[in-house]
């Protein structure tokens, strides 16, 4: 059992890391609320004083607002649906005894581990151009029409380009909960006569409901501040201009930081309310 010197002496060990968490976490959020207050144009005057709410309601009221939201939900979600679902088929498959089973895994999980900007520049150049293209040459092969993705279909080539980036990290944590899962259980269902749909359903999906609700909240935190795949590609044309993004364009484009902060804020409301929705109703599941 821990005594009271041992305990002083880990908090005394902890807190140096502690502190550097909080000036980490809290320094950024104390400047975004204070420049969010402030009219301040670092090309066009510099500090021009307070501005009060005036930044908020400038934002908020702003034509490219709710559309921003609505992009950045929308991506979210689709993400999700994406990474959850070939997820779990992926980490079913990979569970599965075959030749080169460790080659196998590292291949699906290397995406991963690809840098945004280097992964959207692979996906603009070498998969959706529509001239040069690998999605153009197979539309021809069949004698279709190229898509130019990025200006006809930029919110689904989003969408694809961070599912491509995301699923590994569902693949792995679901390969995982499968691992996890008593054979035994599957064993007698089998012996029983129950259908592969059936224990499924009933058996390797209620187990992974944790292992979905990790993969769920991690990548929500991550997704709603994507960035670095839009400014490749699109550069926020064609709906594909996020919460973030905006933000962005308000801070260095239009060189308003005053402004950008209120974005700011507005983002950390946001990410706070999709958080507190996920906890409820998805994250009942870790309790379970």
Do not use: C
């Not at 005394?12 to 301040?40: D, H």
């Amino acid at each position: 059992m821990a005594t009271q010197h041992s305990r002083s002496a880990a908090r005394l060990m902890m807190a140096p890391a502690v502190v550097l968490l909080l000036g980490w976490m809290l320094v950024p959020l104390t400047m975004t609320l204070y420049f969010s207050f402030k009219k301040y144009l670092p090309l066009r005057g510099g500090d021009l004083g307070w501005a009060g709410l005036d930044n908020y309601v400038r934002f908020v009221t702003s034509s490219a607002f709710w559309p921003s939201v609505q992009a950045t939900l929308l991506i979210v979600g689709g993400v999700l649906a994406i990474t959850v679902v070939f997820g779990v088929l992926l980490a079913m498959l990979l569970d599965q005894p075959m030749w080169g089973q460790g080659i196998v895994r590292i291949l699906v999980i290397a995406p991963f581990f690809v840098m945004p900007t280097v992964s959207a520049l692979v996906w603009k150049n070498m998969f959706m151009d529509p001239v040069n293209g690998l999605f153009a040459h197979l539309w021809q092969f069949f004698g279709a029409q190229p898509v130019e993705w990025l200006s006809n279909a930029s919110l689904t080539s989003i969408i694809m380009i961070v599912s491509w980036q995301w699923l590994p990290f569902a693949t792995l944590i679901l390969l995982t909960a499968i691992q996890s899962l008593d054979s035994e259980q599957l064993e007698a269902a089998e012996m029983d006569g129950a259908p592969a749909l059936s224990r499924f359903r009933f058996i390797i999906l209620p187990h992974l409901g944790r292992a979905i609700t990790i993969v769920v909240l991690i990548q929500t935190i991550f997704l709603l501040s994507i960035f670095a795949e839009i400014f490749v590609t699109t550069q926020g044309s064609f709906g594909t201009r996020t919460l973030t993004y905006l933000i962005f364009q308000r801070v260095l484009e239009s060189q308003n930081v005053g402004l950008g902060s209120a974005g700011g804020v507005y983002a950390i409301i946001l990410a706070n309310i999709v958080a507190i929705f996920l906890m409820r109703i998805v994250g009942k599941n870790l309790d379970a």
